[in-house]
């Protein structure tokens, strides 16, 4: 089974920074894509940045240039490097895993992930 176990969350005021990482274990497909999503009380899951194996990464637009999403396959772990917090970046953060075929672009689509984690929360005011 695959698990993936997000740590990083936590309070920080405007302007802040915070790094998120999320340590992966248990898939074994050869193609695939990472990325972190977020989501607030009421609203559905949006994506934030998405990884593929080769190093190819997408972002949405409301985090570009503050979010940086990056992996350690070495560690087997994901990281969102978030810099320049705003209050609406609160939200609990999830990151997820799916297969990709090879040569087909970075996605944001939560229905292309089969795997996500519990989620860390990140509160910024």
């Known amino acids: 089974d695959v698990q993936l176990v997000e740590s990083g969350g936590g309070s920080v005021q405007p302007g802040g920074s915070l790094r998120l990482a999320c340590v992966a274990s248990?898939?074994?497909?050869?193609?695939?894509?990472l990325a972190w999503f977020r989501q607030t009380a009421g609203k559905e899951r949006v994506g934030v940045a998405s990884?593929?194996?080769?190093?190819?990464?997408i972002s949405a637009d409301s985090v570009k240039g503050r979010f940086f999403i990056s992996a350690d396959n070495a560690e087997n772990t994901l990281y969102l490097d978030m810099n320049d917090l705003k209050p609406e970046d609160t939200a609990m953060y999830y990151c997820?895993?799916?297969?990709?075929?090879?040569?087909?672009?970075?996605?944001?689509?939560?229905?292309?992930?089969?795997?996500w984690g519990q989620g860390t929360q990140v509160t910024v005011s």
């Open positions: 997820a895993v799916g297969p990709r075929p090879f040569s087909t672009p970075c996605t944001l689509g939560t229905g292309d992930y089969t795997s």
């Open positions: 248990g898939y074994s497909g050869i193609s695939y894509t």
């Open positions: 990884i593929r194996e080769m190093g190819i990464t």
